[in-house]
């Protein structure tokens, strides 16, 4: 009998995390008992509680389910929690997320997509091509996916597309058949001290592909030189001597019309209607797994005609002739020149406003000069106090640090609740949001402001 087939309780501590939430899913689908503590109520765990799923927010071990057979718990959960601690010191099978991901997995044909930035992205623009061509997948996303409002979906096929975190290591407990990785920009150092040492998790990572399978891999990264070279296909927007890559790029009535060139294939008049030029690149992946699955061309390129994107990945909340308003998750400086750039692509002649919410002490000190340089690309900058997330504080560590470093001193810090009203009285025509912490809340009265 295999481990997943005994769990008849399971308990997930932290089960509000896009990731834990999607795992959630697929035990209430395989018809366990699902329970769960989050520190709050959010769209996530109301949506959970909505399936069945009985969740508290008090860490209160007078809560939990004593009978779970597994506890599973998110790294961003404090080690001395106390329903963490209750469970380890009385016997508990305790694991993390990504064990059972690799349990998940263990027999499966597995689409696992790595990278600093676009793994959401891609991994849901792959699944979307499997589910909607009818080749069939089961996926566990890290955004929720807008043509279906979920980050979790099952299949009788075998087949399971996983995003990769690479966060505390998780991604090397996956066996993958088809490996993703889009960018190893450093982050995380609180975790890996150094970016040589984060790039070599990538590394390793790519040496966990089962036989006969492939490494699709971004053009031009630092390791290239260490991926091996009978797995390795790279891809590129413009080529740069990549594999796969665009061409015959245009914008038809705000949307992507290009051509993919693959190895020995390419097809011609592929439509995407969600922004970004980073967005394409991203699209090239999904479409090379598609073929390297044998599906038929015309089946990917419908799916991705009809492709309606991530929530909150260059997510539109207005888009009018007199006014556009956009969501995106991105945190990292890399993320940010790609959103900005993305966004000057589509609207080059407007003003482009930002407002940033940095998330995590230790990324804003450890990137601070990038950021710096990447939010001076836009015209004009509101800058939130840093969001914490699983840490505390780090004295001198403010996104007044940010500021000093930026180029163009068009730039305002706001309190999360001053925000409302800048923007009723700036009245920005083109504005951008813009964090992986609660800035998502907010966005909500913004766009009931404009």
Not at 83 to 100: A, C, F, H, P, Q
Not at 147 to 172: G, I
Not at 177 to 191: E, K, N, Q
Request: glycine share 8%.
């Amino acid at each position: 009998m295999h481990k997943l087939d005994t769990i008849k309780n399971i308990y997930f501590i932290g089960i509000g995390g896009i990731g834990m939430s999607a795992l959630a899913r697929y035990f209430v689908a395989k018809g366990c008992a699902v329970s769960g503590y989050d520190k709050t109520k959010t769209v996530l765990t109301e949506a959970l509680t909505e399936l069945g799923i009985h969740i508290h927010y008090d860490d209160d071990t007078s809560l939990i389910d004593t009978k779970a057979d597994v506890v599973v718990y998110t790294p961003a959960i404090p080690a001395s929690q106390s329903e963490l601690t209750y469970y380890r010191d009385n016997g508990y099978e305790v694991v993390k997320r990504s064990d059972i991901l690799g349990w998940i997995t263990e027999g499966t044909v597995n689409i696992c997509v790595a990278g600093t930035h676009g793994k959401t992205t891609v991994s849901t623009m792959v699944a979307h091509l499997l589910r909607d061509s009818g080749y069939g997948c089961t996926a566990f996303l890290g955004g929720i996916a807008a043509n279906y409002n979920t980050n979790f979906w099952s299949s009788d096929n075998k087949v399971v597309v996983v995003e990769a975190d690479e966060y505390d290591r998780s991604f090397l407990k996956l066996n993958p058949s088809v490996a993703v990785i889009t960018s190893m920009d450093a982050d995380h150092l609180d975790i890996y001290k150094t970016a040589e040492a984060f790039e070599d998790a990538f590394v390793s990572f790519s040496e966990k592909i089962k036989p006969g399978g492939i490494l699709l891999a971004k053009k031009g990264l630092a390791r290239e030189a260490s991926f091996d070279t009978s797995t390795l296909v790279t891809y590129s927007l413009n080529g740069n001597g990549a594999s796969i890559y665009a061409k015959d790029i245009r914008v038809i009535d705000g949307a992507y019309h290009f051509t993919v060139v693959g190895p020995n294939w390419q097809i011609a008049e592929m439509v995407l209607n969600m922004g970004g030029l980073h967005n394409i690149e991203n699209a090239l992946v999904a479409v090379a797994v598609a073929m390297h699955l044998g599906i038929e061309p015309q089946k990917i390129k419908a799916a991705l005609a009809n492709f309606a994107g991530v929530k909150r990945r260059f997510e539109y909340l207005i888009k009018t002739a007199s006014q556009v308003l956009i969501d995106d998750y991105a945190h990292h400086p890399a993320e940010l020149a790609a959103l900005i750039s993305g966004v000057r692509s589509l609207y080059p002649d407007q003003k482009l406003t930002l407002v940033f919410q940095p998330h995590l002490f230790s990324r804003t000190q450890d990137l601070c000069d990038g950021f710096a340089e990447s939010l001076s690309a836009a015209d004009q900058v509101v800058l939130l106090p840093i969001y914490p997330a699983r840490e505390l504080p780090i004295p001198g560590v403010t996104s007044e640090m940010i500021i000093g470093k930026m180029t163009h001193k068009n730039v305002v810090l706001l309190q999360k609740e001053e925000l409302g009203a800048w923007v009723k009285m700036q009245k920005p025509k083109l504005l951008v949001m813009a964090g992986a912490g609660d800035i998502d809340v907010l966005i909500r009265t913004i766009k009931n402001d404009l």
